[in-house]
C-alpha cells in the first residue's frame, strides 16, 4: 500500500480529540482568573510545543538532504505530513501574538508599558526598560509574523519539490539539486531564528531573567518530540500494513536518534543549570530556584522522564529495535518534554499574572485535567492535520535518488 | 584456536561472492572455522551464526566503576578528607562532581572495553600473531576450515565452486 487513506474511525477519534480540547479550553476560559492566564498558557504552552515539531521536522528534512543522507527517504514523507503543522501551529501563535499587542492577555510582564515609564518610579522597572529594543509588542507580533511566513515557505517549497519529483521523467536530479539549494539556505535562517522565536515566545515569560542556552535547550526539546513522533507514527502506519520497507533497521536509527538527542538534551540542560548555579547571581539562580523549591515534582519529573529513563531503557541494542520498548520511551519522551515545556511556561506566566505558587495552584504546579484535556485536543489536531497531509502524496518517494539506499537500509 | 592448527582456506576478491559461500557452506553443513575480512561485513554475523559480542555488557560494568570511584571518590575528598569551600558552596556539591563523573564513566568504560577486546582477542604491545595471508588485511576476503575437522576434498570443490580466487593451507 503506497497511498495513506484517513480511516473513518481514525477520523472521528481525532476530531474526538480535537472536541476534547475545544472544551477544556473553554472551561479553562470560563474558571480563570481576570487575565485568563491559565488559558492562556496552556493554548502558548501547546501552540509552541507542537508548532515547534512542525519546524523540527522541517529542519531535520533539510539536514538530510544537506548531508546527503539516505537512510530516511523512505519515509521522509512522514516528516514532511508532520512539518504540515507548521501552518496551524503558527496560527495559533499569531492569536497569542495579537493578543500580546492588543493586550488580550498578561502573559508578558513587558508587555505592560506602565512599567517603561521612568517618570513614574514607583512602578519603573530599569531591568524591562534596557530590554524594551528586544522585548516590546511590536517585535512579538511581527517577529512572529515574519519569521513563520519564512519557515513556512521554506516547508512550503520543500514539500512541493519533494512532491513534484514523483512526477519527474528522464532521473536528471534537477529537482534534487533545487532541494538541496533550499533545504542548505533553509539551515542558517532556521537557526538563528528558531532562536529569536524561543527567546520572545517562551524565554521572555521570565522577562528578568536570560539564558544564552535557552533557545538550544528548547529546540532539543522540540527535536526529541519530533524523532519520538516519527518512531510511533512508523510504528502505528507499519502495524496498519502501511510502510513494508520501513524495517526495524530504520526504527534502530531513530531509536539512536531518540537515545542520541535525549542526552543531547540532557546536556544543555545541565549546561545551563551548572553555570548559573556555579555563577550564583542572583538574578540568573532565580529562574532555579523558583523551580527547584516550588515546582520540584515539575523539576525532577523533567530529568526523569527525558533522561534517566530514555538513557537507562534505550542503552541496550535490543531495546532500540523492539517495537515494543522504543515506542514505549518515545511516548514517554512527548509526555516528557511537553512536561519540559510546561516547567518552562507556567511559573514565569504565574509571576507576571501577580500570583505566585507558594501552595497548589491547579494547572500552574502540575498540569490538571484541563490541561491534558488541552494537550489531547492539540495533539488531535497536530496527528489529523499530519494524516490528512499523508494522505496527499505517495507514501514513497519513487524518484529520490537515495530511496534505494533507504530500502535496503542496514545497520 | 590451538597452536598448530592445520586451516584450509579459500581467498575471495569480493564480499558478495563470500557471502553467498558462507551461506552455501551453512547448507551443506560444512563447519567453518572463521571468516576473515578487511573491514567489518554488514549481515555476515547472523549468517555464521555468531553471538552477539557480550562486550558492551563488559563496557556498562567498567562504565559504572567509573562513576562511583568519580563520585565517591569526590564526597569522600571534599567532606572527610579535606573539605574546602569552594565559592561558598556545600562540601558535597553534586552538580559540580557531575562533569568529572562523566569524564571518569566515560575514561573507564573505554579504557576497560579496549583492554578487554585486546585480552579476549590475544592481541597486545610485542605479540606477533599468526595470520593466514596477506590479502586478509587488505582486499581478500577469507573463508578459514581446520583441516582436521573436515573432509578436505569436500571442502576444496566448496570453495572452488564458490568462486574462491585462491585455495590454500597453512598451519599456523
Known amino acids: 500500500m503506497n497511498q495513506y487513506t484517513i480511516s473513518g474511525t481514525q477520523r472521528i477519534i481525532l476530531l474526538v480529540m480535537i472536541a476534547i480540547g475545544l472544551v477544556s479550553m473553554g472551561l479553562t476560559f470560563i474558571g480563570d482568573d481576570d487575565y485568563h492566564t491559565r488559558f492562556w498558557t496552556n493554548l502558548l504552552h501547546n501552540a509552541t510545543f507542537f508548532t515547534g515539531i512542525g519546524l523540527m521536522a522541517t529542519f531535520f528534512i533539510a539536514v538530510c538532504i544537506t548531508a546527503w543522507a539516505g537512510w530516511s527517504s523512505g519515509f521522509k514523507r512522514v516528516w514532511e505530513a508532520m512539518s504540515a503543522f507548521l501552518g496551524p501551529g503558527l496560527l495559533v501563535l499569531l492569536v497569542i501574538a495579537l493578543g500580546t499587542y492588543l493586550h488580550w492577555h498578561h502573559l508578558y510582564h513587558w508587555a505592560d508599558e506602565s512599567i517603561l515609564d521612568p517618570s513614574n518610579p514607583e512602578k519603573f522597572d530599569k531591568i524591562l526598560y534596557g530590554k524594551k529594543g528586544f522585548l516590546n509588542k511590536n517585535v512579538y ?30 532521473h536528471n536530479f534537477s529537482n534534487h539539486r533545487m532541494q538541496r539549494v533550499w533545504a542548505a539556505a533553509f539551515l542558517p535562517i532556521v537557526g538563528f531564528t528558531s532562536a529569536f522565536l524561543i527567546w520572545q515566545w517562551i524565554m521572555s515569560l521570565d522577562s528578568h531573567w536570560y539564558s544564552t542556552m535557552f533557545a538550544w535547550y528548547t529546540g532539543a526539546s522540540w527535536f526529541v518530540s519530533m524523532i519520538a513522533f516519527t518512531i510511533i507514527l512508523l510504528i502505528y ?59 520540584p515534582v515539575l523539576f525532577w519529573g523533567n530529568l526523569i522522564m527525558n533522561f534517566a529513563l530514555p538513557f537507562l531503557i534505550l ?4 531495546t532500540k529495535r523492539k517495537f515494543g520498548s522504543v515506542s514505549f520511551v518515545a511516548t514517554l519522551v512527548i509526555f516528557g518534554h511537553w512536561w519540559d515545556f510546561f516547567q518552562m511556561i507556567k511559573p514565569g ?17 502540575l498540569p490538571g485535567f484541563l490541561e491534558i484535556g488541552t494537550a489531547i485536543g492539540f495533539l488531535g489536531f497536530f496527528l489529523y492535520v499530519t494524516f490528512h497531509a499523508l494522505s496527499k502524496a505517495a507514501l514513497l518517494p519513487k524518484n529520490d535518488p537515495y530511496l534505494e539506499e533507504s530500502l535496503h537500509h542496514h545497520v | 584456536m590451538a597452536k598448530n592448527t592445520e586451516v584450509l582456506f579459500g581467498l575471495y576478491n569480493d564480499e558478495e561472492v563470500m557471502m553467498r559461500a558462507v551461506k552455501v557452506a551453512k547448507e551443506q553443513h560444512l563447519e567453518i572455522m572463521d571468516v ?49 569551600v569552594f565559592g561558598g558552596k556545600p562540601y558535597w556539591s553534586v552538580p559540580a562532581f ?14 576497560g572495553m579496549v583492554v578487554s577486546f585486546y585480552v579476549v582477542c590475544g592481541m597486545g604491545p610485542g605479540v606477533t600473531n599468526a595470520y ?29 565452486s564458490t568462486g574462491a580466487a585462491i585455495i590454500k593451507s597453512k598451519t599456523i
Not at chain 2, 67 to 79: E, V
Not at chain 2, 136 to 156: H, L, P, R, Y
Request: glycine content about 8%; hydrophobic content about 45%.
Open chain 1, 237 to 295: 502506519l507499519k502495524g496498519k500494513g502501511y510502510y513494508e520497507n520501513i524495517t526495524g533497521e530504520h526504527i534502530h536509527d531513530l531509536g539512536k536518534f531518540l537515545f542520541g538527542f535525549s542526552i543531547f538534551w540532557t546536556y544543555l540542560w545541565f549546561s545551563q543549570y551548572m553555570l548559573i548555579w556555579y555563577a550564583n547571581v542572583g538574578e540568573e539562580t532565580i529562574y532555579f530556584r523558583e523551580r527547584h523549591d516550588n515546582y
Open chain 2, 98 to 111: 557531575i562533569p568529572i563523573t562523566f569524564e571518569l564513566t566515560v575514561l573507564f568504560a573505554s579504557i
Open chain 2, 36 to 84: 576473515y575480512t578487511p573491514f567489518p561485513v554488514h549481515g555476515l554475523d547472523p549468517i555464521l551464526g555468531l553471538e552477539e559480542s557480550r562486550l558492551h555488557i563488559a563496557g556498562f560494568v567498567y562504565g559504572m566503576i567509573g562513576t562511583l570511584t568519580a563520585f565517591l571518590g569526590m564526597t569522600w575528598i571534599f567532606t572527610k578528607d579535606w573539605p574546602i
Open chain 2, 132 to 160: 593466514l595471508d596477506d590479502g586478509i588485511t587488505d582486499d581478500k576476503f577469507c573463508i578459514a576450515f581446520n583441516k582436521a575437522e573436515v573432509e578436505v576434498s569436500k571442502v576444496e570443490s566448496f570453495l572452488s
Open chain 1, 349 to 365: 506566566a504565574l509571576h507576571s499574572a501577580g500570583r505566585h505558587a507558594d501552595h497548589f495552584n491547579a494547572g500552574f504546579t
Open chain 1, 315 to 318: 542503552m541496550r541494542n535490543d
Open chain 1, 141 to 170: 507580533l511581527f517577529g512572529t509574523i515574519i519569521v513563520g511566513l519564512i519557515w513556512y515557505f521554506f516547508r512550503y517549497k520543500l514539500r512541493s519539490l519533494s512532491i513534484t519529483e514523483d512526477s519527474d521523467q528522464g
